[in-house]
């Protein structure tokens, strides 16, 4: 056991620590993190967001794995309920993404089938560095169209409308994005559990208790055997657990 009120509290970190503390490892191929925050009774949002079960230095860990992304990775639903832009480049950041050879924000990737996607909205039409959508073949070509004439990058990663997770991994890491995050949905999430390629989850368990019939982080069918992944590193503040997990 681990005497928990050792941990440390995130908020007096530099954002160039927090970045040391989570940089991604070193791997050939691409790593895939989950960043999400969770109620204690494991709600992933409230009144359908996740803002009111986030803190301050829950949204400062959010922005280093941002600033420590090649591409962040939302489901369509997230996309359209937390009203996505694009990411910023942001000072902080700017000297360690230039020594990476990383653009100077990520990618934003929007998984969707139905691509029911607002293209007029700045997340496509003037993001820093060009929005991909990964879909499926099967999508409707009218709305390909549209996603493209807005200036995204649509990628086929399935058959019939559906999006593989693991064929989405590999796309992306065909184009040169081997720092995978995803913010979601659970929906999402749920898939890359059920296909084993999730590598690593950051998990904010904020101390709320909300009760209701919200989302859990990770939804979908259950795996057949449950994926056993390891505590990495712990932070603490103001009763927030600030927790990193491996796949073991
Ligand atoms: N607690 C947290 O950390 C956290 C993080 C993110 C989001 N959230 C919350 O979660 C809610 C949204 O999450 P959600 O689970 O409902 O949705 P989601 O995973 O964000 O998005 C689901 C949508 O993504 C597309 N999609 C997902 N898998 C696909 C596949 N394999 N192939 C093709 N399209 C696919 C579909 O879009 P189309 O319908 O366009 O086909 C689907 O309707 C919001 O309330 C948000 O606030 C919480």
Known sequence: MTDLTAAEAPGEWSLDDLADAYAYPRTDGPWLRANMVSTLDGAAQHD???????????????????????????????????????????????????AAGQTPAPAVAVVSGSLDLDFSLPLFVSPLVPTLVLTGAGAPPDRIATAR?????????????????????????????????TEGGPRLLGQFVARDVLDELCLTVAPLLTAGDAQRIAGGPAVEVPKRFALDALLEEDGFLFSRYRRS
Do not use: N, W
């Not at 937390?82 to 942001?90: D, F, I, L, Q, S």
């Open 48 to 98: 359908g967001r996740s803002q009111p079960i986030s803190c301050e230095s829950d949204m400062r860990i959010f922005g280093t794995l941002r600033g420590l992304a090649d591409v962040v990775i939302a489901g369509a639903e997230t996309v359209r309920q937390e009203g996505y832009r694009p990411a910023r480049a942001r000072d902080a950041f700017a000297a360690r993404r230039a």
């Open 149 to 181: 004439k807005a200036g995204a990058e649509v990628v086929i990663a399935g058959e019939g409308s559906r999006v593989d997770p693991a064929r989405a991994v590999a796309e992306l890491a065909d184009r040169g994005h081997r720092r995978l995050l």
